[in-house]
């Protein structure tokens, strides 16, 4: 099956900083996410995002599907942005939002 | 726009116990799919429902069941639980299962066995 790697697996920041997290995947996808879990365990989607690249607030995603990895970049950080961050896609060449594969998540922590 | 909302919150069962969990999806969506994530784990893809009926199944063994009410609503019951079931069970809905609908999860269920 696909596999998806996410790196780095921890990082911790200062307040104001900017980020980089990067999402590897083994094949093709149709379909790719980006969720956050805050520390009470609430998964938040942030973009969907099969390719491309998309910008929310100081939040941004960029995938380049030909090259099989996704980049979400944060900037400005703020505390309340600790948590984990999973990359999430849809295997097997399918495109079903409902059957996602997670990755094992980057653990931001963001000191005031 | 009410989100996903999943009942109970917490929840703590013996071994051999049998438990159900719930979901209501997110106001207009119609498909409901069910995660466990163990602790320090990615959620892992149990289940989905759509049109009261699962479409798609992940690794789980047959003691992990489900079904989904014609509101949409769904269910997870797990019979015969081991250690091992305890997790956090999450539950997301979108519209349809095709590419285009972002899943959105509810708050989870903390199941812990003893």
């Known amino acids: 099956g696909i596999q998806v790697e996410q790196s780095p697996p921890d990082l911790i920041l200062q307040e104001g900083a900017n980020s980089t997290l990067r999402c590897n995947f083994s094949?093709?996808?149709?379909?790719l996410q980006w969720f956050h879990q805050n520390p009470w365990g609430q998964l938040i989607n942030l973009f969907y995002i099969p390719s491309g690249t998309k910008q929310n607030g100081r939040l941004s995603a960029t995938t380049v599907a030909t090259e099989r990895y996704s980049l979400l970049y944060i900037s400005s950080s703020q505390t309340t942005d600790s948590g984990v961050y999973f990359c999430?896609?849809?295997?097997?060449?399918?495109?079903?939002?409902?059957?996602?594969?997670f990755g094992q998540g980057t653990t931001l922590q963001v000191k005031p | 726009d009410a989100g996903v909302t999943q009942s109970p919150t917490h929840l703590i069962k013996t071994r051999g116990q049998q438990v159900t969990l719930r979901c209501s999806p997110k106001s207009g969506h119609d498909t409901v799919s069910w995660y466990q994530q163990a602790l320090g784990q990615g959620p892992q893809f149990i289940f989905q429902?759509?049109?009261?009926?699962?479409?798609q199944r992940g690794n789980f063994p047959d003691r992990f069941s489900g079904h989904q009410f014609p509101n949409y609503s769904s269910e997870l019951n797990v019979n015969a639980l081991l250690l091992g079931d305890s997790a956090l069970y999450l539950c997301?809905?979108?519209?349809?299962?095709?590419?285009?609908?972002?899943?959105?999860f509810g708050n989870g269920t903390r199941l812990t066995v003893t």
């Open positions: 999430a896609l849809a295997g097997d060449g399918s495109s079903n939002t409902g059957k996602l594969i």
């Open positions: 429902y759509y049109e009261e009926e699962e479409r």
């Open positions: 094949d093709s996808v149709n379909n």
């Open positions: 997301a809905s979108s519209l349809g299962t095709g590419t285009n609908s972002p899943l959105h």
